[in-house]
């Protein structure tokens, strides 16, 4: 409810004014110079409505109507009776507050209300118009034999949405997501479940964490210190920060996930072909001799001649800038704008980026070079997976939603969300061949640790120096799809700076979508295809997710950093109660005991700041710190433009698609 004060009621009689100030200030705890304020002031003294408080709940409402009531069996006193009959003028006006029953669960991608009717992130934002409903008003006019004349103009209930986020894909996600920041604290991971037949959004998780139902509160990313020592300007900034969400509207250099998408348009153009070999030798040259530029493959010796399956398998640098080399600068750059980089897929959320391409006056024969395996330009997140969509997909570029129906009050449909299929990028045959491509880089190259047992899969890694060079900071990511022949679902997972002792390792997305589809892929329903019996066989996972799996909230983690459960007791990463030396206690306090009468140590005491440094032969290399390699355009759009669009396109059933 709002408090609503009717100032002129309350001046109509100076005894009112004492009395009503009082109740206010005893039972809302409102200002009583600011209320006094308000009756007095020439602006609102005559106002028959100031909203002196709102969000007030049903049992604060009670209370006030309680201390305003006069028992039958009173022993108040005639005095104290006065008193409370000369509490007058305020009133409650019904209000709705918009309540996230799974607190911070999609935050980024849901998005929240400033107040009843205002929202400007997430889908919240996207979608308010249709959201709000219109309030009902209720006035009066005297009529020409001076008789009131009641008016009412009724409440218009706002829409509901059905989405596309899978409940159960995103808590998968998300569960995850916190495993890894837990053990490793990188500073930012996003994730995006896509289905690549439709476009439609199953999952996404832009990292950072905050609760709907209370969005201004930064605790969860700072200290209480850290946000008193804010002035208004860092607690903004700080804010809008995490409120983003990096899988939309951030930008960074890509990597080698590209790969795929620059081999696919370069077979469609027909500057290369399936049967062609390319050598590798480490490097490329590009100037002339005394001004010459060295490009490094991330295998400096050189991996030899390759075909189009090695290259991908391999992530080759130095074959990708022969292939971009044959493409030359029109096509390059015509093939960008066919698989939409630098212009917004359209995706219904706000403030999404362009990402920052060369033109054909910037880019050179360096920057095309460098384009081909997937730096000197930008993109985001959702850029990229949809684009990977169309290549595994047969070649179908659809438009990403996650909007499927808008329903009225009544919960009819008003508006389906079809899948809209807005161009053919390759052919279907070329989606075949690059589908295979990179089913050999899970089997054999760089995408092996992201195998999941039992599944058919393709993927491709990445490894993004940032800008400038030579900082020793990476951006790390791995896109991959299952089943190879019918693909059913594809994840993409970046790591921005994963805070590892092998920063440029892009093993460390590949332990996350592992992680993520060995769950995922049984939960869809998705049947084995590489089982012998038909069973899911057990997938091993990263040994340092032992213990991180569970969400673990900062009111477990006592002063000196260890866990704790409700009670206070010291508990391992499983919830087991453990002494100070991290033994196993049974719940009375008394010490488990093995069969040999020896205490039982915990086998999962890791701490959450420990990272994992791999071993040697575990993940082929893909990069190298190369400071010839030149950074992106400068970007000079506005991400925060508005991008709510209507896009042209065709239905499946139009284009003759099941």
Not at 310 to 324: F, K, L
Not at 358 to 370: G, K
Not at 460 to 476: I, L, M, Q, S
Request: aromatic residues 8%.
């Amino acid at each position: 409810y709002n408090v609503v004060l009717d100032c002129k009621a309350v001046n109509s009689d100076e005894d009112y004014l004492d009395p009503t100030v009082n109740a206010l200030v005893t039972i809302f705890g409102l200002d009583e110079g600011e209320l006094r304020t308000r009756l007095t002031s020439d602006k609102t003294r005559e106002s028959q409505y100031q909203i002196v408080k709102k969000q007030v709940s049903m049992d604060d409402k009670k209370a006030f109507e309680d201390y305003c009531s006069i028992p039958d069996d009173t022993e108040m006193t005639r005095e104290e009776i006065q008193e409370k009959n000369n509490i007058q003028g305020v009133w409650f006006e019904e209000d709705y507050l918009r309540v996230y029953p799974y607190n911070e669960l999609a935050c980024d991608t849901l998005g929240f209300t400033f107040s009843r009717d205002t929202a400007d992130y997430g889908i919240e934002g996207y979608y308010n118009s249709s959201l709000t409903g219109i309030d009902g008003r209720q006035y009066g006019y005297f009529s020409d034999d001076s008789n009131v004349e009641q008016t009412i103009i009724e409440a218009s209930d706002g829409n509901s949405l059905e989405l596309s986020l899978d409940l159960g894909t995103q808590q998968i996600v998300e569960k995850w997501v916190n495993a890894f920041k837990k053990s490793t604290g990188a500073k930012n991971i996003g994730v995006i479940v896509e289905d690549p037949s439709s476009g439609e959004i199953l999952a996404m998780d832009g990292g950072d964490r905050y609760d709907l139902n209370d969005p201004r509160n930064l605790s969860s990313l700072y200290s209480a210190d850290e946000i008193a020592a804010m002035n208004d300007s860092e607690t903004m900034d700080a804010l809008s920060a995490m409120w983003n969400n990096f899988c939309v509207t951030d930008i960074y250099e890509p990597g080698s996930v590209v790969k795929p998408i620059v081999m696919a348009a370069a077979l469609e153009q027909g500057k290369i072909s399936t049967s062609d070999t390319f050598y590798c030798d480490g490097y490329q040259n590009f100037g002339v001799p005394g001004n010459m530029t060295t490009i490094k493959c991330a295998n400096i010796y050189g991996h030899g001649m390759e075909t189009l399956a090695e290259v991908i398998a391999n992530s080759c640098n130095d074959a990708m800038m022969q292939i971009g080399a044959k493409m030359g600068v029109e096509n390059f750059l015509k093939a960008q704008s066919t698989f939409n980089f630098g212009s917004r897929t359209g995706i219904d959320l706000p403030n999404e980026g362009y990402g920052i391409m060369h033109t054909v006056d910037t880019m050179h024969e360096t920057e095309l070079a460098c384009s081909a395996f997937g730096q000197g330009f930008s993109c985001t997140m959702i850029q990229e997976i949809n684009a990977m969509c169309s290549v595994i997909n047969g070649g179908y570029y659809y438009q990403p939603h996650l909007v499927t129906k808008v329903k009225d009050a009544s919960g009819a449909t008003v508006k389906t969300i079809s899948p809209l299929l807005q161009k053919q990028t390759i052919s279907s045959s070329i989606s075949a061949d690059i589908r295979s491509y990179m089913q050999a880089s899970v089997e054999q190259g760089t995408s092996m640790t992201s195998k999941v047992q039992g599944y058919s899969s393709g993927g491709k890694t990445g490894t993004a120096e940032k800008f400038p060079r030579g900082n020793g900071k990476y951006v790390v990511s791995f896109i991959g799809f299952a089943p190879v022949d019918d693909p059913q679902v594809l994840i993409y997972v970046v790591i921005d700076e994963p805070n590892v002792e092998d920063q440029a390792s892009s093993i460390y997305p590949q332990y996350v979508a592992q992680a993520i589809l060995s769950e995922l892929l049984p939960y869809m329903n998705i049947q084995p295809d590489q089982s012998t019996d038909g069973t899911v066989p057990e997938t091993e996972l990263w040994e340092k997710f032992n213990g991180h799996v569970n969400t673990i909230s900062d009111s477990q983690i006592d002063e000196n950093g260890n866990l704790v459960d409700e009670e206070g007791n010291l508990i391992d990463w499983d919830g087991n109660r453990i002494d100070e030396n991290g033994y196993l206690l049974n719940s009375d306090g008394s010490y488990q005991i093995n069969a040999n009468g020896e205490y039982i140590k915990s086998a999962n005491l890791d701490g959450i700041s420990d990272s994992y440094t791999g071993s040697a032969g575990e993940t082929l290399p893909e990069a190298v710190s190369d400071t010839n390699v030149p950074g992106p355009p400068e970007d000079n759009t506005d991400p925060i433009e508005d991008n709510n669009m209507e896009s042209e396109g065709l239905t499946n059933e139009e284009a003759g698609l099941d």
